[in-house]
């Protein structure tokens, strides 16, 4: 019988080593990385260990160096358009550029950036210069990737970034934050901490210390309604913490920023679902350091079976029961989340009326947005 491939696909990315896969667990192991965007990353351990004492086969040797080569030439991509943009905007900027999550891997060289494949860049500045620099990425080429009068209203008066802007000619896709959580939830921090938490790079651009986006990225996790990607995402916080979990000095960064910013409750949690999940000891002087009272009781039994099934591999191959009652439930958590629940009632109803119009009538908003580019043109 087949071993687990969520065991499997768990022990490589964690360092534990395997005398063998049989043909099927191969074919398994292939799918479910893939699908959860770990294929490179699975793929640069396996093909980099020399303490590997297994046979790789060669059908799954051809997909691992396949996705390697992708890995290179997109990183490659990323770290050229992030300079590209950092040029056409560094005069509309009062501080300088910071890069936010994958990219921020990326032009980071972080550990986390080992085979990251990520659909686009996003970026931090201050409110102030959103003005000037939205312009700027208009004159080179970016355009709103959202025509909708309704979505642009939300980004703009309730999220923490303006509406993506995708570039007319490559694709490249922008999303610019002025926050890291929505302003409409009431738990927007004071983001001057993160400014003043960053790197400077070879590139002109700045990062996220260490602790700074170990924490970004576990507020991202835990704050979202959609988790596709989320044992992906519990794997960079895996790599992302072996950075400095050995840097006292850092790890007391850690919860000092968590305690300034109100985000100790999403650092729990990460630290938990890293053991649970992920199977990655994380030492006791870390987990120990929380000042406040850690979720209790009911609190703690509800996100234990919403994360303990949502995190795990999203593949038909990985058998978790009641896996969709607890993707509905986190998809309604991380709504509540980030608006009152006055706005989000006004929300759903706006997304489910257009919805309900656009499949009767067709996307009239946009095609009405399109014309009138039309007559402009003319």
């Not at 992302?240 to 840097?247: K, S």
């Not at 870390?286 to 795990?312: E, M, N, Y």
Request: aromatic content about 10%; hydrophobic content about 45%.
């Amino acid at each position: 019988m087949s071993r687990c491939v969520q065991t499997i696909l768990t022990g490589i990315l964690t360092g534990s080593h395997f005398n063998s896969l049989s043909t099927s667990e191969w074919r398994e192991l292939i799918l479910v990385a893939r699908a959860n965007s770990l294929l490179p990353r699975l793929a640069s351990i396996l093909l980099s260990d020399a303490d590997n004492d297994f046979h790789i086969p060669p059908t799954a040797h051809a997909h691992l160096v396949a996705s390697i080569r992708h890995e290179t030439l997109f990183h490659n991509q990323v770290i050229n358009e992030v300079k590209l943009v950092n040029a056409k905007i560094s005069r509309a900027l009062n501080n300088k550029l910071i890069v936010l999550k994958g990219a921020g891997y990326v032009i980071a060289g972080s550990k986390a950036a080992k085979g990251r494949i990520f659909s686009d860049i996003d970026l931090l500045l201050l409110k102030d210069d959103i003005p000037r620099v939205e312009r700027a990425l208009h004159l080179f080429g970016f355009v709103s990737d959202t025509e909708s009068e309704y979505d642009q209203k939300y980004y703009r008066e309730w999220a923490h970034e303006i509406p993506p802007l995708r570039h007319f000619q490559r694709g490249t896709v922008l999303d610019v934050h002025h926050n890291i959580v929505p302003v409409v939830s009431g738990r927007a921090p004071n983001i001057e901490f993160f400014f003043e938490s960053t790197l400077e790079t070879e590139y002109g651009v700045e990062v996220l210390r260490p602790a700074a986006m170990f924490l970004h990225s576990a507020i991202h996790l835990f704050f979202s309604e959609e988790l596709t990607n989320g044992f992906r995402d519990l794997s960079d916080l895996s790599l992302l913490l072996d950075e400095f979990v050995d840097d006292i000095d850092e790890v007391n960064y850690l919860f000092e920023l968590a305690e300034n910013t109100g985000f100790e409750n999403e650092l729990f949690l990460a630290f938990r679902y890293l053991e649970r999940v992920l199977n990655k000891k994380v030492p006791a002087h870390i987990t120990k350091s929380f000042k406040k009272p850690l979720p209790q009781g009911v609190r703690l039994v509800l996100a234990d079976f919403i994360f303990g099934k949502v995190l795990a591999a999203n593949h038909r191959l990985v058998d978790v029961n009641f896996r969709r009652t607890a993707e509905w439930l986190a998809f309604v958590r991380g709504h509540l989340l980030k608006m009152p629940f006055n706005i989000l009632v006004k929300h759903t109803a706006s997304k489910l009326w257009r919805s309900i119009v656009k499949s009767v009538t067709g996307d009239v908003e946009n095609t009405h947005h399109v014309q009138q580019k039309d007559v402009k043109e003319q």
